[in-house]
């Protein structure tokens, strides 16, 4: 198993189940983490829950560039260096027909999910060590269409676009661009989408997906972050311009 000793890895969305759980393996690795999110609260409380000598946070709006610039010195500042990232900031936006679908909040959605990883990107390679990775979070509705998310589905399909173009001008450097696509996932951000899409389909949402994944059931925050782990680590050394589907045979 490869060892993570000594890496820095930076954690967009790092409140949240996914981030926090990726934050975790890190350190069982034995790399240090900057958490960053929008939920100063949060933020804390994910921190408090990690060894205070590999974990730090700092609030960031990932689609501002002043705010993602000063999350980079940040990260350089506490831990020296930046070895890897992991783009997983995200939002929900509106369920609706497309008729009537908000215009701000399709602009909105895109903006956290597609310019948050455009700006880490730009911003975070300038500061990275050679040979590291960065993973950025997409989605299985990144490989498919449905009715209903509009904002949230184009930008996931754009996140593996704008992967794609990173991984090629990375990897002069040694730095390897992947994309995660989890499926349907057992955390807070999910039950508000079921939530939000039961009314529209007619039936109880999470009983919908399940249908609709093989394996029959979500899947958990942590086995998405193996995954993450995995881009991130050397187990994936010769990987990079690729999408890693986690979502239970979904999208097959």
């Not at 790092?14 to 939920?39: F, K, P, Q």
Request: hydrophobic share 45%.
């Amino acid at each position: 198993m490869t060892s993570m000793a000594g890496m820095t890895v930076l954690i967009s969305g790092g409140a949240g189940s996914v981030g926090l759980a990726t934050a975790r393996l890190c350190i069982a690795e034995g790399a240090r983490v900057m958490l960053a999110d929008l939920d100063e609260d949060r933020l804390k409380q994910a921190c408090d829950s990690l060894p205070p000598e590999r974990a730090a946070w700092a609030v960031a709006d990932v689609g501002s560039p002043d705010a993602v610039r000063a999350l980079i010195a940040a990260t350089v500042d506490r831990w020296g260096r930046i070895d890897a990232m992991v783009s997983n900031a995200g939002t929900i936006g509106p369920i609706a027909p497309l008729a009537d679908y908000d215009d701000d909040a399709f602009d909105d959605v895109l903006r956290v999910h597609l310019k948050g990883a455009f700006l880490l990107c730009k911003y975070g390679l300038q500061a990275m060590n050679d040979g590291g990775s960065i993973v950025i979070t997409s989605s299985v509705a990144g490989l498919r269409g449905d009715a209903g998310p509009f904002g949230y589905i184009a930008a996931k399909h754009a996140q593996v676009g704008l992967m794609r173009a990173v991984a090629k001008e990375a990897a002069h450097r040694r730095i390897r661009v992947n994309t995660v696509h989890p499926g349907p996932i057992d955390n807070s951000f999910q039950l508000e989408v079921e939530h939000r899409l039961t009314p529209v389909i007619g039936r109880d949402a999470t009983d919908f997906f399940n249908d609709r994944i093989p394996l029959g059931r979500h899947g958990r925050p942590e086995e998405i972050a193996e995954a993450i782990l995995f881009l991130v680590s050397d187990r994936s050394s010769f990987m990079t311009g690729s999408t890693l589907v986690a979502d239970g045979g979904m999208s097959s």
